[in-house]
Structure formats: structure tokens, C-alpha cells
């Protein structure tokens, strides 16, 4: 019975080192933080010259922005509506716009979740160095 007794307080000890680190992390990973992490990978990839140079391109054609602004607008206001058309004439620009747009969406989701995951991953090697800096201490 003592073994077991020494084996539960060993055990309640950890658990209370567990909760002490965690809470450490959690005061640490603030969401401000993550943005800033965030924003740091995003700069540090592909991503910043993407948006970079999307913002010379607009500054050096507002015209052209416009052009796809209210394109943009008008197809999402027509929300779907068939147009005036001839009978019997399909319309097939639609169902390929949206799959360009589901596509498009697609690959901005599988980017987020690829920087939300690396977050993830960076903060959980964080939090395992953490209790194992805990643990041998």
C-alpha cells in the first residue's frame, strides 16, 4: 500500500506540473500572438510577395480594380437569379465561375489550415519542451 500511495503522489505531482505549464502556455499563446505568428510565416513565405504585389498593381490601376469590383458585386447580387436569356440557349459561364470560386476557396482553406496547423504544431513542441523542462526539473 505505501508503494502505491508514493506511486499516486508522483502521479497528482505531474498533473499538477502538467496544469502549471499549461496555464503558462495559455498566458503565453494569446491570440494576438498567434496573428503575430501568423503574419510572420505569411511574410516569410510566398504569401507577402503575392499581396505585395497585388498592392502595386492596385495602386497602379484603380480603374481596373473598379472594373473587378463591380463585376464582382454584380455577380454576387444576382445571387443566382437566371438572367433574360433566349429559350433553349444554356448559360454555362455560371457553373464554371463557381467552380472556380469553390476551387479558389478550397485553396485559401487548405492554406489557412496548413499555417494553423504549423501554429498548432510549434505551440504543442513548445508545450511538450516545457513539461519535459518540468519533469526533469
Not at 500511495?5 to 502538467?18: G, K, N
Not at 470560386?101 to 487548405?110: K, L, T
Request: hydrophobic share 40%.
Amino acid at each position: 500500500m505505501l508503494e502505491s500511495e508514493l506511486l499516486e503522489r508522483e502521479a497528482e505531482a505531474r498533473r499538477a506540473q502538467l496544469a502549471q505549464t499549461f496555464d503558462e502556455l495559455r498566458a503565453r499563446v494569446t491570440p494576438g500572438h498567434v496573428l503575430d505568428r501568423l503574419v510572420d510565416y505569411a511574410t516569410d513565405s510566398g504569401g507577402a510577395d503575392f499581396f505585395r504585389n497585388l498592392r502595386d498593381q492596385t495602386v497602379a490601376n484603380p480603374l481596373a480594380l473598379g472594373i473587378v469590383g463591380a463585376g464582382l458585386a454584380w455577380l454576387m447580387l444576382s445571387n443566382g437569379r437566371p438572367g433574360r436569356r433566349s429559350p433553349g440557349v444554356p448559360y454555362r459561364g455560371r457553373g464554371r465561375m463557381r467552380s472556380y470560386f469553390a476551387d479558389a476557396r478550397e485553396r485559401a482553406g487548405n492554406a489557412l489550415g496548413e499555417a494553423a496547423a504549423g501554429t498548432r504544431d510549434r505551440v504543442a513542441d513548445a508545450a511538450y519542451r516545457a513539461s519535459e523542462a518540468a519533469g526533469s526539473i
